[in-house]
């Protein structure tokens, strides 16, 4: 979620009411006709307290007074609505005529197939996306990496063939031309060098763009399947499978790098040795050496730079990390001043890296120094032993500067993979992460369509030992909920409410036992459909980057604007919402801004009752909240109710206990108490004399 991009219409800070555009704005049902009974229900309060009328809609939709987003906000009491114009400095009018004037949303796609998806009022509200076998685009992406890259031998032995034609014109033009003194011979010599040294430029260039687009390849094929398996992953270890997104872009670095240009090349240096030999043995015998002197160097330096640039490469990941929780908790580190232990911690973790990467980069580089030297000494040995071998009239003059030329081709690539071999072990290692994190993913395959879920809930015999662990953090819990009963979890901290929570959404698996819907098994729902009839408001709140009106739709582009407002009356938002500057077109930052921690509270509880879902999980949803939420939260669990919602609220405020209608006590990951909330409360109260189970200090003793 944190890679989540910014919403691509964001006005900046300053422009944001100038550039608001028709068509940006939530499209408010003037009269909703479509409202349920609960949303009307928020209408007729509304209407009481504006003084009734038109006045309701206008609360809706109309700005505050003492609004300044947009310049002149033109609005005639008694009209409410009808006569709201608002106009910015870009001449923008959105006139608000009874809804017919302003520009509709694009409208949703196509329904998928059937009609038995999730929540929300339009038909085929659940797409398929098909099954996801990462595997399998795994597999694929390998095939189109191996299929370029077999092409791109192809281009590469021609172009290390047409290299061959300098030394071969040298060797011509001293030993030929020169000697038989014809300009014939030279001017078409030099003609068909030319066109060779051309072609091998323009095949050199062919195979590097073939590369690069081999590294885009590599990315678009495996970039949605890393993150999906990373989303996947993380939800039974941490959130370290996303830095694997890191290791694609490692990946398609060395792609398009020149080391693997040299490895590319390495193959050929043999040919180039035996065109050596063929000029003379002896020669060919130097560059022998030479290879097998530099191939040991490389040996070396792999052993002796393998341990200090993994030790840099950890040290750097976890300094990484650190980074990105200081920028997570960089209001709580400059609160209470601690940034010099953030930075202190950073720096030890950078400071390691630093140090096991100088340790590998000096071995590195002295051998890289040794190999460059023994190259050169080469070409010493060959120059002076080819003259040697010219004056003893074995070879011409010609052959000696023709062999040398050709041991230098033979050998920079065998330099070159030697001093690229860090990124080697880099890219192997981030390819072994990649190959791991798809090939274990679960095959997320199509499953059976049902039909729309009713909300029955049926918990039997959890446990959860988390993995890892020895802790058995929830005991043989078993209950049934019907469609639309409210049940309140209660019970001390730790007592494993949340952790309960998670797994009535599928958000954890339980070690053994089962959670179903409608009689099936969490794990056997199609995901999407599943996720389209849940709602669930986590215990610390996250909101997206974007608008209210994205983070309520949940950043699907087939969200309607009915859909959203209708999410909004059911969780009692819509006028919190409505009296914000932007209303739904409000920007949310990353860190919930400009929105108070009570206010994302309220719009994530919105989300979760976006698409009207079958079952909702609240986990302290008033943890946040002021009487004025409070009362709204109580109101909405009524008004699901009524819709026929199955909702289970994790608290430990009494004051929800009201609206609920059964209640369960949680002790030490096993159910002590569940049943009706009346005689779940009797007992409570028979059993409350030493302390009751639920905190005193955040609301009256009464249970
Ligand atoms: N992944 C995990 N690894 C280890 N222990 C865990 C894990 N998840 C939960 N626990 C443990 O399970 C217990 C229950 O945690 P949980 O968050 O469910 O409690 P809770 O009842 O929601 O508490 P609170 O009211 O304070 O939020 C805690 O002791 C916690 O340390």
Known sequence: MKDMPDHPDAPSASDAPLTLKPEHRLDLPPTDPHLSAAG??????????????????ETATAPPAGETAEEPVARTPGDGMRDTAIRGPGAITIEANAGETIPKRPTPPPPGRGTGGGGGQGPGFHRRL???????????????????????MVLTCATNLLILAIPIYLFQISDRVLTSRSIDTLVMLTMVIVGAVLLQAVLDAVRRFMLMRTAVEVAVRLGAPVLSSAAHASLSGSSREYQTLGDLQQLRSFLVSGTLISFLDV??????????????????????VTALVLLVIALVNQKMTEKPFAEANLAQSKA??????????????????????AVTIWGREVAASLTAQVRAQDRNIVSAAVSRAVRLLTQVALLGWGAYLAIEGEITGGMVIAASIIAGRALAPIEGAIEGWNAVILTRAAHQRITRLLTGSRLQFERLRLPRPEGRLDVERLLYVPPGTKQVVLNGIGFSLNPGDTLAVIGNSGAGKTTLGKMLVGSILPTSGSVRLDLMDLRNWDPRQLGENLGYLPQDVQLFPGTIKENIGRMRADATDEQIHRAAVLADVHEMIALLPQGYETLVAADGAPLSGGQKQRVALARAFFGNPRLVVLDEPNSNLDAAGDKALAHAIEQARENGITVVVITQKPALL??????MLLTNGTVTLFGEREKVLAQLSRQAAPGPAIRQDKGPAHV
């Open 40 to 57: 009307d229900a928020v209408k007729r309060r509304t209407e009481r307290r504006a003084g009734g009328g038109d006045a309701a809609t």
């Open 130 to 152: 098909g099954p996801e076998n990462f595997g399998e685009s795994l597999r694929q992406g390998t095939a189109a990496v191996r299929r370029n890259l077999g092409l791109v």
């Open 267 to 288: 193959p050929f240096a043999p040919l180039f040795i035996l065109a050596i030999f063929l000029v003379h043995p002896h020669l060919g015998a130097i560059v022998v």
């Open 320 to 341: 990484n990390m650190h980074l990105e929780s200081m920028a997570r908790n960089s209001q709580i580190i400059n609160a209470m001043a601690m940034i010099p232990e």
């Open 658 to 663: 009201s609206v609920v209608n059964k209640i």
